[in-house]
């Protein structure tokens, strides 16, 4: 384990924070210098066909198969960190033997990880866990997972009798702002199944997430002086008010649904009197169900303008991922050998329907099945977040047992 945290603190320490409003890739020169921290790493480790891409920052290596010629498979994380936060000089603490009460973060004491806001927390009671100071995020999303690939890694180098099939380490950037798989090449990755280890407490095996579609919406008014505006002016603040309320928030909103509900969620309004754009996400277990919620957004648009025919309400939907379980059947195994493993590796796996999206979702859509897996991170995309030193120890075992089990199959 000191070999663990001691990768995690190092990488956590590097500011990767993703940037969303830009065109640049990868948005911040930390995911560079992040990934030239890990090729130098990969090469002392001894893998082959190691390479950071000029352009995309994508860090890829193999670690070569020892049992026969079995299928490649590959592990896979992200190295920037959420927006949402600030990434920018991290100072991790560590507390050992968690003594099971609220966490008071010594750097903003207003900051508290209380244990009757998080449902796991108490069950941690005695383990290793790892906070920020508070001024700042943690950075386990996704450093936990970058730390755990890396010492499976290194375990299989320095324990050669470990019979295992080629392993590809693939690290990838601004998945926090949905580009982790815009730079992605999955005949160069060449594997037969692959995994994210993106996921939260130990034993998680999510198989299924949303399928997503992101609507803009385009609300055009007439503007004119407001002392001449008498029977003229049509204000699109007015009417982005009216917009919104005409949608069924009641049943369709994240604050609203839970489990396999899926919602219209508006994340972002910018604009004033003349035009007001608004981003909403559109997120539904079942694909289908996303024409009916671009449905409802362009019923609410008409309702708007026929009140008011002189405004414009135009609405765009762009394609984000789709749900990961309509593609992973294409291959059996990738689902059925990570069970295994957990089990082998002494942990009970949990299957979870994720509400949100993995760099997995889009990877399996591309053809390269990838379910993700859990690596002991917690209250991600905020200062109070915290990850657990076992359960990113278990999920180093169970990396280790699936390159086992995958190293017995044939192509």
Not at 187 to 210: C, H, M, P, Q, V
């Amino acid at each position: 384990m000191n070999e663990l945290l001691e990768r995690f603190v190092r990488y956590v320490k590097v500011e990767t924070t993703a940037v969303e409003d830009t065109t640049d890739y990868p948005s911040s020169s930390g995911q560079l210098e992040l990934g030239r921290m890990l090729v130098a790493e990969l090469e002392e480790l001894g893998l082959v066909d190691i390479s950071q891409d000029p352009k995309s920052g994508v860090v890829m290596g193999t670690l070569p198969g020892n049992a026969g010629k079995g299928p490649a498979i590959a592990w896979l994380a992200h190295m920037d960190t959420s927006p949402e936060a600030c990434g920018k000089n991290v100072k991790p603490i560590i507390h050992k033997k968690y003594n099971g009460k609220d966490i008071v973060l010594p750097g903003d004491k207003s900051k508290v990880i209380r244990v009757a806001e998080i449902e796991e927390l108490a069950a941690l009671k005695g383990k290793t866990l790892i906070t920020s100071d508070g001024t700042t995020l943690l950075g386990a999303d996704d450093k936990a997972g970058v730390a755990t690939i890396m010492t499976a890694l290194a375990h299989l180098q320095a324990n050669r009798r470990i019979k295992h099939g080629p392993i590809r380490a693939v690290f990838t950037c601004d998945e926090e702002v949905g580009r982790g798989c815009d730079k992605i090449n999955i005949k160069k990755i060449n594997a037969r199944a692959a995994y994210t280890l993106d996921g939260s407490g130990a034993g998680e095996l999510e198989n299924e997430t949303f399928s997503a579609d992101l609507a803009t919406v385009t609300i055009t008014g007439v503007n004119i002086h407001p002392g001449l505006a008498t029977g003229k002016l049509v204000n699109a603040i007015r009417l982005t008010g009216l917009f919104l309320e005409r949608l069924p928030w009641h049943r369709l909103a994240p604050e609203t649904t839970g489990g396999r509900d899926g919602f219209m969620h508006p994340y972002v309004i910018e604009g004033g009197v003349p035009e007001v754009k608004l981003r909403i996400i559109l997120r539904s277990f079942v694909t289908a169900e996303l024409k009916d919620q671009a449905k409802m957004l362009r019923a609410a648009a008409a309702s708007v303008m026929t009140e008011f025919p002189k405004a414009k309400i135009e609405v765009k939907i762009s394609k984000q991922y789709r749900n990961m379980f309509e593609h992973l059947s294409k291959e059996p195994r990738a689902v059925a050998l990570a069970e295994k493993a957990y089990r082998a590796a002494g942990v009970n796996p949990r299957y979870e329907a994720i509400r949100g999206g993995t760099d997995g979702s889009r990877l399996s859509e591309m053809g390269l099945p990838t379910p993700n897996l859990s690596v002991g991170m917690h209250n991600f995309h905020s200062e109070l977040e915290f990850a657990c030193l076992e359960e990113m120890e278990s999920a180093v075992k169970m990396l280790i047992e699936l390159a086992k089990l995958w190293g017995k199959e044939k192509k």
